[in-house]
């Protein structure tokens, strides 16, 4: 069965602290993985795609990275606008996107 | 830039009445999504839609539940007769053709009473 994981649940950070956000996935053929931001009451904001092993997107200070496993979300010296809950989702056979349950980030001046 | 639009963004209904959710996804999309999210769970998947055709439906999409394109422009979810447990972030989504990103609305926030 396709699944998604994503940890940490939450993640406290101060202005300028660096981190990353990691999705572990389990899919019968990768067709891409995918990483959203979504703000409180709002729609899922896409970021990046990624297809293969190795592959990595870059988008002002968020960097996200693929393995065979698993996808990192690197936050680069964040600012308070960057908080919001990060998403993670593969596409499925048939192209329905499987979701994990978000990482909840949030950065304090 | 070109964006999904949904209308309402907030319905309260009552228990069994029917309600009608409407999309506008991006003019040069032919993939078509349906997902919800119930507050502080996952988003989950309940339905695609492609060349005037479900392609796919998940479990929660039973019969209560059915999708059109009444236009060459909107995209609706209904749901006949709502139940308590419909109350979610009721989000669409649209893509181009072959692999790729999906864009989502802003979502419809359903409250059944």
Not at chain 1, 40 to 68: D, I, Q, V, W
Not at chain 1, 71 to 86: G, R, W
Not at chain 2, 97 to 102: A, D, M, V, W, Y
Request: glycine share 8%.
């Amino acid at each position: 069965e396709d699944q998604v994981t994503q940890s940490p649940e939450a993640l406290r950070l101060q202005e300028g602290e660096s981190s990353s956000l990691n999705c572990s996935y389990t899919v019968s053929g990768l067709r891409g993985l995918f990483w959203y931001r979504q703000d409180p009451g709002k729609g899922p904001e896409f970021l990046f795609t990624l297809y293969s092993a190795g592959e990595e997107k870059e988008k002002e200070r968020l960097k996200a990275t693929l393995t065979k496993k698993e996808s990192f979300l690197h936050i680069t010296a964040p600012k308070p606008e960057d908080s919001a809950t990060y998403l993670c989702a593969v596409q499925a056979q048939g192209g329905k996107l499987i979701f994990g349950q978000g990482t909840e980030l949030s950065v304090k001046p | 830039e070109p964006e999904v639009t949904q209308t309402p963004s907030h319905q309260v209904t009552q228990m069994g009445q029917e309600v009608i959710l409407r999309c506008v996804p991006i003019s040069n999309h032919l993939y078509f999504y349906w997902y919800r999210q119930i507050l502080g769970q996952k988003v989950e998947f309940l339905v695609s839609f492609y060349n005037n055709e479900i392609s796919e439906k998940s479990e929660i999409f039973d019969d209560q539940f059915s999708v059109e394109r009444p236009d060459g422009s909107n995209f609706t979810l209904k749901i006949r007769s709502t139940k308590l447990e419909d109350s979610a972030m009721y989000f669409c989504a649209s893509r181009t053709t072959g692999p790729g990103e999906q864009y989502f609305g802003p979502g419809t926030r359903l409250t059944v009473t």
